[in-house]
């Protein structure tokens, strides 16, 4: 039996299940739209239910963490802010002993590292010779302005975590990488929330690398030529799509992302790379929950065959 | 939404990158169309080997 944890709308998750079911292998898919209510936990025993169904701890036989958590509310229709927020807490807790013990299945992901932290792996690349753009994280406009004026005025600044999004009546707002002009830095106060700044890379193109298992599927987004697209290639062009490719990085690159995979304890992740008009690869960023459709069909990795196989 | 935005990085208490947010509702609305159109037309190509099973 195979678990899979993720979201009611991951089409990702339903094109891997779609794999599952031809190769006959059993799951059960775990949204955290959905509830899993423990029947009974001690020290050599878990059994759960999920949708008033029993399963057995012993019956799984790999885990797949995609996305989302174990969600272990019960709809009685009570809310108590203070009761609520307290659980809350206590389930964090209870969430991480499980996955934990996921760790004993074959595992692909794990929940516990999923939010991998992004200064992690800038420190990780200055240590071990693998190129990134530098970064400042700052509070004061002196240094922030003292670091645009280094990098010659092109420097980005974007969310250390998770970009913000915000709905306002019915919209939805969303924010991006963004490029701040020399009015925009003119314009910080003295001091500001904690602020990500980081070198901006001229690049020739940028390149999407989906790791599984000690393998790199990269795909080359050419990006660049489009103002749209240029910063961030998530300001979609639909009307000229940036062209998609496979795209085969230096095997010695290959190994150093799979050395950094190994000592983060990931064996599946998306990788953001740009290769720079000088020619020079640059890591980005890491995410080990990341879509990989995007990867996966316009270069024809099928992905989602090959993660229902490693499952 | 963008001019509160707006004001807050300037008070310093939203991070400057927040400058960039858009609406993507508004942007949604323009695209929907022409999405449709491309997924018909682009339809009879994706039919690879590949994806035949267990489609």
């Not at chain 1, 899979?4 to 990702?12: P, Y």
């Not at chain 1, 423990?38 to 701890?57: E, G, Q, V």
């Not at chain 1, 709809?75 to 209870?94: R, W």
């Not at chain 1, 963004?178 to 904690?194: A, I």
């Amino acid at each position: 039996m195979i678990l899979i944890i993720s979201q009611k709308d991951d089409l990702s998750t339903t094109e891997v299940i779609r794999w599952l079911i031809a190769f006959n292998k059993n799951y059960i898919r775990l949204n955290e739209e959905s509830t899993m209510v423990i029947d009974r936990l001690t020290a050599n025993d878990f059994r759960f239910s999920i949708h008033s169904k029993s399963y057995k701890y012993t019956d799984i036989e790999s885990v797949w963490y995609r996305r989302g958590e174990l969600n272990f509310k019960l709809s009685l229709g009570i809310e108590d802010a203070n009761i609520d927020l307290y659980n809350e807490k206590e389930h964090t807790h209870l969430k991480a002993y499980i996955h934990n013990l996921f760790k004993s299945k074959r595992l692909l992901n794990d929940f516990n590292i999923y939010e991998i932290n992004k200064l992690e792996v800038l420190r990780y690349c200055h240590l071990n010779t693998i190129n990134a753009p530098s970064f400042l994280v700052t509070q004061s406009k002196e240094e922030a302005l003292s670091f645009f004026k280094t990098h010659q005025e092109n420097i980005i600044t974007k969310a250390l975590k998770y970009p913000f999004l915000a709905r306002e009546k019915k919209s939805l707002f969303a924010s991006y990488t963004f490029k701040p002009s020399k009015e925009n830095m003119t314009s910080l106060p003295q001091r500001f929330v904690p602020t990500f700044f980081q070198q901006y890379i001229e690049k020739r193109y940028e390149i999407r690398t989906f790791y599984l298992n000690e393998r790199c599927y990269s795909m080359v987004i050419f990006s660049q030529n489009n103002p749209k697209t240029r910063i961030d290639f998530r300001h979609y062009d639909d009307n000229k799509p940036n062209r998609l490719s496979p795209y085969k990085l230096p095997s010695e690159y290959e190994s150093k992302i799979n050395k950094m995979m190994k000592s983060f304890g990931l064996n599946s992740a998306s990788i953001d790379i740009v290769r720079s008009i000088e020619n020079e690869y640059f890591l980005l960023e890491i995410n080990p929950i990341g879509q990989f459709k995007m990867t996966s069909h316009p270069c024809n990795y099928d992905l989602e065959m090959k993660i229902a196989k490693y499952l | 939404m963008i001019a509160k935005i707006k004001k807050q990085v300037k008070n310093g208490i939203a991070p400057l990158h927040l400058l960039s947010s858009k609406n993507l509702t508004e942007e949604k609305k323009g695209i929907t169309k022409v999405r449709a159109s491309l997924k018909y037309e682009t339809s009879f190509l994706q039919i690879k080997p590949s994806h035949r099973f267990p489609l």
